[in-house]
């Protein structure tokens, strides 16, 4: 059965630093593309960030420059670096497959951004 794990979330201050880490199983996981993705407060989930197979990455523009999507395959582990967090970063954030996404989300990881 495929899992992901969503961990390392938390209270930071604004320009404060996070790294969260996925551990997934029940796949092949040096062959898929993976994203991690990010529900706010009263918004839609939205994508964040990808990384594929490959290791080529991508993000959504408000993440660009702060995010960094990285995965370890020998630890079936996927990892987000979040640098210089806004207030608009407070979400729970998930990982799941970039293609197609589980329809049963996990639980995720709650980073919340605040003074």
């Known amino acids: 059965q495929v899992q992901f794990v969503e961990s390392g979330g938390g209270l930071v201050q604004p320009g404060g630093s996070l790294r969260l880490s996925c551990a997934a199983s029940?796949?092949?996981?040096?062959?898929?593309?993976l994203s991690w993705y990010r529900q706010a407060p009263g918004k839609e989930r939205e994508l964040v960030a990808t990384?594929?197979?490959?290791?080529?990455?991508s993000y959504v523009d408000p993440v660009k420059d702060r995010f960094t999507n990285s995965r370890d395959n020998a630890k079936n582990t996927l990892y987000l670096q979040m640098n210089s967090l806004k207030p608009e970063d407070t979400a729970v954030y998930y990982c799941n497959f970039a293609a197609a996404p589980r329809r049963s989300w996990g639980q995720g990881t709650q980073v919340t951004v605040s003074s």
């Open positions: 029940g796949f092949t996981f040096s062959r898929y593309d």
């Open positions: 990384i594929t197979s490959g290791g080529r990455t």
